[in-house]
């Protein structure tokens, strides 16, 4: 109990010159992590202030919630606000079961060098770029050359412009998304079924019951509280819809479709005259209402199914 109690006082330092290994190889990341996460929260108060660059951050007008009572206040607020959420949802709703889907059908895949392929086939799209992305989107969808029309045009119907009506924009950019992303969100369920316990499927192959039985009562119940996590930080980046792909596929035929608050942010805070304080005062909003929706979702979560992320 002495000696318990004598280790139990020893100093910190002592724990850290011992093992100093471990402390350096956990401060590289911690030290990452305060440059580029905490450091550049220092700059954030601009959302507060009427930022001018020449009186710098302290030197500026210290002017509260002006610039987000501004943006709420704006013509353009409900027009962006209700597109990055429509879209936000389109895209969770429509993308987040193709993964799992995925997973389940590659992991039924019995012949190695099939399912081989077939992953590579399918993660292959992830790792093109936005921008390629888009020129395939239009050069396939151009009203003249694109190969879709082409097809319209053979059974007998008139050209449509894809990329210049509002009403398509939304399921062209998340359908693409899938297309794109599907077979990479589907590792982390394929390495969740690999702890699935075998004896399980023997058991249930026992029983009577069928693949689809089996991937339905066994393989899916398996990798549920990865489902619970992964959806949970997926609400959590609902309002995150990302900046490139969806600017480059602006034109001024769809933007009351397709503005949302990532392209929105980006021309008041970069474009014509630089509005620095309104942009950064809309991107705070931005995160906050992310911050809410994932604690939300976890404190959801915990209570329902008792998954959570903390």
Known sequence: MRSYARQ?????????????????????????????AYVPMYGAQIA???????????GSQWVGF????????????????????ALSAYQLIAGFPFPIILALALNNVMNR????????????????????????????????????NHLIHAFGFKAVNFMGTPQLFKSIYVWSGVWQSAGWGSIIYLAALASVDPELHEAATVDGASRFQRTVHVDFPGILPTVVIVLILSLGQIMNLGFEKAYLMQNPLNLTSSEIIQTYVYKVGMSGVPQFSYAAAIGLFNSVINLVLVLGANQVARRLGGVSLW
Do not use: M
């Not at 990341?29 to 440059?35: A, K, S």
């Not at 610039?67 to 990055?84: D, E, H, K, P």
């Open 113 to 148: 060098r099939t399912k081989r392929t077939l992953q590579t086939l399918v993660y292959a799209p992830y790792f093109i770029s936005n921008v390629v992305l888009v020129g395939i989107l239009l050069q396939f969808l151009s009203p003249t050359l694109g190969v879709v």
């Open 8 to 36: 139990k006082k020893r100093p910190i330092w002592t724990d850290i010159r011992r093992q100093y290994q471990l402390h350096l190889i956990i401060a590289l990341p911690i030290l990452w992590f305060i440059l580029f």
């Open 66 to 85: 002006e610039q987000i009572l501004r943006f709420l206040r704006s013509y353009s607020f409900w027009n962006v606000f209700g597109n990055t959420i």
């Open 48 to 58: 507060f202030r009427e930022f001018e660059a020449w009186k710098g951050i302290w």
